[in-house]
């Protein structure tokens, strides 16, 4: 058969070995290449070949580690922080303005609770120590002066307006008898006015503990409320039913509550206490109050024999 028609397979031979030798040939100069570099000091030895690759996969890893606690830092949503002041911080201008309602009549009314149990403590020691003055045998004269024109608690308080009235009524020589009668009447009137004037100090802003014992379950109901239908608008708006959802707006909607029944409950239990012992002076007064009454009478009735 004549093959002539075919190509030198010797000459097609060398031209694909010369071609594969060039690549080759490229790659182990640039090998070299790398390796001279590789082993050139530049200031210093460098590593060889082996410590490269390690080096480098070391600094991969490195920057893989930064880019997770990245990506973690980048997921972690301000809603996960349920801390007070960011719950606060999350709420609505409604819910905000109920908190700072709610606040500060917890701050008024624990002002007014230690105010009126030193008050209670106080006028109560001073009240005993009057009586025991006053029924001591001594002169009520010398005790008026004692007491003066401006006593120190309500039981002074008292007597001295007796004593006033006394002083004016014995004082008056052209008195006529009859006026002098009514004198123990009117020792009473003054001594009831003075009562009720006192007491009413002692008892002011005593009333706004029940006011707040009241109405702050009621404001933080209203807080709840409306942070609960916050979390629905966020559910209607996401589309999404899943906690991270809806724990902020029930956290706002639990705070409030809370903060309600945190001004309302010590409130409540002070005003009973303090509302019991202020009845409890007040009757002492009445009893003070109808002993010197039964005094005066006395006087009048031995002085008009």
């Known amino acids: 058969m004549d093959l002539s028609f075919l190509p030198d397979l010797t000459a097609v031979l060398d031209s694909v070995h010369t071609a594969g030798a060039a690549p080759a040939a490229d790659s182990a100069g640039a090998g070299s290449l790398e390796l001279a570099q590789a082993a050139t000091p530049e200031g210093g030895a460098k ?37 007070v002041l960011a719950v606060v911080e999350r709420a609505d201008w409604i819910v905000k303005g109920v908190v700072a309602i709610l606040v500060f009549a917890s701050v008024w009314s624990w002002a007014v609770i230690f105010e009126k149990l030193v008050l209670v403590r106080r006028i109560n020691s001073r009240a005993t120590r ?21 006593p120190n608690n309500p039981m002074a ?93 029930i956290a706002e909607a639990l705070f409030a509550t809370a903060l309600g029944l945190v001004a309302a409950i010590p409130a409540v239990v002070a005003y009973n206490k303090l509302s019991g012992d202020l009845d409890r002076y007040a009757h002492r007064l009445e009893g003070f109050s109808g002993e010197f009454s039964a005094i005066v009478s006395r006087e009048l009735d031995n002085s008009g024999d």
């Open 157 to 249: 308080a008292v007597f001295a307006a007796a004593m006033r009235e006394w002083k004016r009524s014995i004082g008056d020589d052209s008195g006529a008898r009859a006026l002098r009668g009514s004198l123990g009447d009117r020792i009473d009137r003054v001594m009831h006015v003075t009562l009720t004037r006192e007491m009413s100090r002692s008892e002011r802003f005593l009333s706004s503990l029940a006011t707040i014992g009241s109405t702050a379950p009621f404001v933080g109901l209203f807080g709840t409320v409306w942070g609960i239908m916050r979390a629905f608008q966020d559910i209607a708006v996401q589309k999404n039913t899943n906690l991270a959802t809806v724990a902020p707006g």
């Open 130 to 150: 009057f009586e025991n003055r006053f029924w001591s045998g001594g002169s009520v004269d010398d005790l008026f002066a004692e007491v003066g024109e401006r």
């Open 47 to 83: 590593s060889g070949p082996t410590t490269g690759p390690a080096t480098g996969d070391g600094a991969k890893f490195g920057q893989d580690r930064k880019v997770v606690k990245a990506d973690i830092a980048g997921n972690a949503s301000p809603g996960d922080d349920f801390s």
